[in-house]
């Protein structure tokens, strides 16, 4: 399991290259806001599913890790795959830190560039009803779909459809903020050209399996690089 920093969530706000968000069940907090004060407003199951490990990096850093159980990974996590995929997320998970959920956003992209949003209405890991609170507040193009959390993994292409729709929308550059509700329209027809100005942000408490959070101050040191985050 796996999550991005706040400062990773954040990278696309002032940035003019980025012309479109996309967001796969994940946080989308603003600012003030933190996965913790998001996930107390619309509890899941992510709390009793996961392990804290504390940790101490170079320097005398340290903290504490959160791996899911591997008990409770398939259920609460990735239900939506085969068994024989789970067993091997379970042993080779990446751990996320607790500061990820508790650091509160600074800035939200969100309120300045177009977004959009898949909802996974089978997610336990966030509550589906955090998503579409989040979704509907910014104003996104939202697409729902019987998904576990990691519709990246086991819907690929309703993921793939939705950056189309979105790179596509930033190559025609449209200037105001797209409307709330559904798009169900066909499949964008165009090759993925300037895909880079969509900025795909997968989320909650893990976004994709084997990117590893890197740690303040010394993430990169001796003791760090050391340290194999597993189960």
């Known amino acids: 399991m796996t999550t991005r920093p706040r400062s990773h969530r954040s990278a696309a706000a002032g940035n003019p290259r980025v012309k479109s968000l996309v967001y796969v069940s994940a946080l989308m907090p603003d600012v003030g806001e933190s996965g913790m004060s998001l996930s107390a407003r619309f509890p899941s199951e992510l709390g009793t599913a996961?392990?804290?490990?504390?940790y101490r990096a170079g320097g005398g850093a340290g903290g504490t890790d959160l791996y899911l159980k591997p008990d409770r990974l398939r259920p609460v996590f990735a239900a939506d795959l085969p068994e024989s995929t789970t067993r091997v997320m379970a042993v080779t998970q990446r751990p996320v830190a607790t500061t990820a959920f508790s650091e509160k956003a600074k800035v939200a992209a969100w309120k300045h560039i177009p977004s959009w949003f898949l909802v996974a209405k089978q997610d336990r890991t966030i509550n589906p009803d955090q998503e579409c609170f989040e979704a509907k507040?910014?104003?996104?193009?939202?697409?729902?779909?019987?998904?576990?959390?990691?519709?990246?993994?086991s819907h690929p292409e309703a993921v793939t459809d939705l950056v189309l729709q979105a790179a596509t929308?930033?190559?025609?550059?449209?200037?105001?903020?797209p409307a709330t509700g559904s798009t169900h329209g066909a499949r964008a027809e165009?090759?993925?050209?300037?895909?880079?100005?969509?900025?795909?942000?997968?989320?909650?408490?893990?976004v994709l399996l084997g990117r590893r959070l890197r740690r303040p101050s010394s993430?990169?040191?001796?003791?760090?690089?050391?340290?194999?985050?597993?189960?």
């Open 190 to 206: 165009t090759a993925l050209t300037g895909i880079t100005a969509a900025s795909l942000i997968a989320g909650a408490g893990a």
């Open 219 to 231: 993430a990169g040191g001796p003791a760090a690089r050391s340290r194999r985050a597993r189960i």
């Open 169 to 177: 929308a930033a190559e025609s550059a449209r200037p105001e903020l």
């Open 50 to 54: 996961t392990n804290s490990v504390p």
């Open 137 to 153: 507040r910014t104003g996104s193009h939202t697409v729902e779909i019987d998904s576990s959390h990691v519709a990246m993994i």
